[in-house]
């Protein structure tokens, strides 16, 4: 297990004057839910994820020695125009990982960034897009230090992603994620995201995640509010208990593959983080009349056919649809049948459990 100071690079063997790397990331859907944290985007509570396939980040990065070293120096382009207003963000992001990767100030960068999915669909993609650009960040390191091991490259990538987007430290690797210290999970850790140690049993392979595009606008309370207001939430101590609780159930659903035990847990952590948004101070809510149409949906079609279909919601209004490879057919059908009415658009979009970040 590392520790942050196993981060902070002393010297670099190697010296390179300019250069290019390119890296996809996903986007992770939560199963146990990270909302609150402590200072340096430390978690106050573990959370697990499955990482996505589909819905991905791809991001390029140049970079070429400068003489000035005072500034970080950057230009971002998103979907090859200029976008200005990404750039306080990545200033912010630099600023915080520069003591982990002391030559930033010593290039000029150029960033080039473009989803897989669209723009305006409501998916948040600071998780996919923080860890892609760790990930590139992490070449360039790799460069420095050819020495380095892959185990540090990834851990590396995935605490750089952390202090961009806490989630996106999950979304460095597959197929399932945890973040956060557990005492049930080998080498968990509060710093970075690591790939569930355990046996996962069949009943999650190729696990679909059909994401329903209720509401495509801007939410009106960001998630860096949403978990600032679990300080002094009445129920914070209790939930973030409940955090540890359902992660040790789920270590047992995922080797026994008990899917009614897992929809149990599943849903109860999506319901649990909108009730602490609904009791927070102050109160908001994220969800919509279409989202819990959808949610009644999903539990008769479920009663009546006894399919293993569950929901899952982030910070949002949009519905994650989640089930068994094998049922996909009847699932997609009642997708289409009866929930596309409640998409905004009739918007959605098809993904499942992928294997993390890759280099292209
Ligand atoms: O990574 P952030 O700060 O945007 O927080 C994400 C929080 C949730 O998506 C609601 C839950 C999670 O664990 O991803």
């Known amino acids: ?9 002393t010297s670099y063997s190697e010296s390179i004057e300019s250069g290019n790397f390119q890296w996809s990331a996903p986007s992770n859907i939560a199963l146990v839910k990270y909302w609150g944290k402590k200072a340096n985007q430390i978690p106050a509570n573990p959370s697990v994820s499955f990482t996505l396939n589909n819905c ?13 070293t005072d500034n970080f120096s950057f230009d971002l382009f ?28 010593n290039y000029h960068f150029t960033i080039d960034t473009q989803n897989t999915f669209p723009h305006s669909s409501g998916i948040a993609s600071s ?16 460069a420095l230090n050819p020495a380095m091991t892959e185990d540090y490259f990834y851990q590396k990538a995935s605490l750089l992603a952390r202090l961009g987007s806490g989630s996106a430290c999950r979304s460095v690797k ?41 509401d495509k606008g801007e939410k009106q309370v960001s998630s860096t509010v949403g ?26 659903i995922f080797e026994n593959g008990n899917l009614d035990e897992f929809i149990k847990i599943v849903e109860s952590e999506a319901l ?47 519905v994650h649809v989640l089930y068994p490879n094998k049922d996909k057919e009847s699932v997609l059908q009642f997708i289409k049948d009866e929930l596309v009415g409640y998409c905004q ?8 459990i992928g294997t993390g970040a890759m280099q292209l």
């Open 1 to 9: 297990m590392f520790t942050a100071n196993d981060f902070i690079p």
């Open 56 to 68: 991905k980040t791809i991001t390029k990065l140049a970079f070429a020695k400068k003489q000035n």
């Open 78 to 105: 998103f979907e090859g125009k200029p976008k200005e207003d990404f750039k306080p963000k990545i200033q912010k992001f630099f600023e915080r990982i520069e003591i982990y990767l002391p030559f930033l100030k």
């Open 127 to 142: 998780a996919s897009g923080m860890a892609a650009l760790a990930m590139n960040l992490m070449s360039l390191e790799k």
């Open 174 to 214: 597959g197929q399932v994620v945890t973040w956060g210290q557990q005492t049930n999970i080998e080498r968990s850790s509060d710093l970075y995201g690591v790939e569930f140690p355990y046996n996962i049993h069949e009943n999650f392979k190729n696990y679909q995640d059909t994401i329903l595009l209720v």
């Open 227 to 252: 978990h600032d207001l679990m300080h002094n939430h009445p129920f914070a101590e209790r939930r973030f208990a409940q955090a540890h609780e359902n992660l040790d159930k789920l270590i047992v």
């Open 272 to 318: 649990t983080l909108h009730a602490m948004m609904m009791t927070s101070m102050p109160y908001f809510i994220l969800m919509k009349p279409n989202t819990l149409q959808i949610i009644n949906k999903i539990w008769k079609f479920r009663n009546e056919t006894q399919i293993p279909v569950c929901f899952t919601l982030d910070a949002g209004a949009n």
């Open 345 to 352: 658009n009739g918007q959605y979009l098809c993904d499942e």
